[in-house]
């Protein structure tokens, strides 16, 4: 990995950890209820949406007392997907990150709890803010929202289950990429613009760095999936191969998802280099998240 | 039922709902997804949280264009719990208010994906609303994130759960209550205060007047679930003595669970006339909440 994005990391994931527990040390919440919520959220991962948020401020230098808030919101809002999304009634999966999901361990009316609770705790940290003035705190409640509702992530895995079964064309393969992560992967960059008080120009331009990333994301996914080996994912390789799911390679062969994910890590390029971060922290995060083997 | 209530219930009610509607009509939602949102807000109930939202508004002589978003907002907060709690992992409930649960018709995959959207939709109304100001809405966020997460309603969810395993002393039966259905009615008592700009003295009072209303809520429930038919409840009777969950006639006795409802519906009454709402839309509710039959 890339020294720079490599110190930002190890300054950055520590700060955001701690501020995950932080939040979550909460009085009063029921002890099962706070251990199944933990569980979770220290399966960890690699953070890579409040690497984002914090990316954005790192690259237009400006600074926030409310950023490591604002990341460990949107991280909440992903592990609580995570819980759900791993449950009997949806995916049905015993394993994530090498380690077994939360209903496995705590039962699956603790993980519909653990996920619910989740949910509302991203909310309860961003009307917590205390630095950000209030109308741009609002904002980002109504833009998380929407980002992780019926209308972005959520909506994202209505498409997904329904598109199972059969092979969707590449257009909607995209339509569900567009909303399960991208949506969420949008919302981080947002975010970030928004406490930096970007400009208008960077923020369209961010806005199309992020679609492009969250897209590239999920080619990289697709494709490792067929690559990579069941140690490195810490799930069983091709696992959307033998639940004939349709991906990047199932539909455009392995060599033409690489094309693409060439194209939109191109085009994501291009939009940091039309407002000067062309050489920034938010490029290695982009070269990290299409580069990486697991 | 007394007739200034009959008539601020049929003023309101078809507004609460026709605000939900338009909430619900956003675009971009996936056909299924919509379709099963709106099936469980359909299925209606007694909108006593909305009720309770406008009522303050009403007693305390204010008027708010975004009250019905607010009122709205909450009834989701509501509605989701209902969605998540029939689950087969949860209460494991085939039908609710007479017609088939959520899951039962949509699946358990969408009620659970419904359910997590509807509560983003809660914080997504919060964040538009447009007469009031930022900081009141930000405080509306954090107040419902508050009430309905692991320190508010799935607190109370999670301890219900645990305490089905056992006997209950009277004081956990109530901390269940409390988070479970408590926290919630508070919080819609709060937010017409806040949209009020009622005074400290009254929002105190207010608190007091919600407590007592939201536990002596509860006895009835109890009360009835021993009393009424099957046919008036729309579920089955006596569903909680047939699982020996701890309930107020129980723990008790029917005269003593009797008891107890009027002594809070007494205190929360006298909260009411120390602020000179002795006679109110509110003071109706409480009545009405205590005197039902279903």
């Known amino acids: 990995m890339n020294e720079t994005l490599r110190a930002f990391m190890d300054e950055k994931i520590p700060e955001i950890e701690r501020e995950l527990m932080n939040q979550l040390a909460k009085s009063d919440i029921p002890d099962v209820l706070h251990e199944s919520m933990t569980y979770s959220v220290e399966a960890g991962g690699k953070r ?21 808030r604002v990341a460990a919101s949107v991280e909440f ?54 630095e950000t003035n209030v109308s741009d705190a609002l904002e980002l409640v109504g833009l998380l929202a929407k980002a992780s509702g019926a209308q972005g992530m959520v909506k994202g895995q209505v498409l997904d289950m329904k598109g199972e079964q059969r092979v969707l064309p590449l257009a909607e393969l995209e339509e569900v990429h567009i909303h399960k992560t991208g949506a969420l992967l949008s919302y981080c960059i947002e975010a970030g613009a928004v406490l930096a008080q970007a400009t208008e120009e960077q923020r369209t331009q961010l806005r199309r760095f992020s679609k492009n990333i969250g897209l590239a994301f999920q080619i990289q996914d697709d494709i490792l999936d067929v690559t990579a080996t069941t140690e490195q994912l810490g799930k069983p390789a091709n696992s959307d191969t033998s639940s004939e799911k349709s991906t990047y390679p199932s539909l455009l062969g392995l060599d033409g998802a690489r094309a693409q994910l060439k194209e939109r890590h191109e085009e994501a390029l291009d939009a940091l280099q039309s407002i000067g971060l062309g050489n920034s922290v938010l490029q290695l995060l982009a070269d990290y998240i299409i580069e990486r083997n697991m």
Chains 1, 2 share one sequence.
Do not use: W
């Not at 690497?51 to 690259?59: F, K, N, P, Q, R």
């Not at 994530?96 to 939360?102: A, C, Q």
């Open 48 to 68: 890579i949406r409040p690497l984002l948020v914090l990316a954005v401020l790192h690259d237009l230098d400006s600074d926030s007392a409310d950023a490591l």
């Open 77 to 130: 809002i992903h592990t609580y997907s995570l819980i759900h999304d791993d449950l009997p009634c949806m995916d049905d999966d015993d394993f994530r990150r090498g380690k077994p999901t939360n209903h496995t361990v705590f039962g699956e009316d603790i993980a519909t709890l653990a996920g619910d609770a989740m949910q509302a705790m991203a909310f309860q940290a961003l009307a917590e803010l205390r």
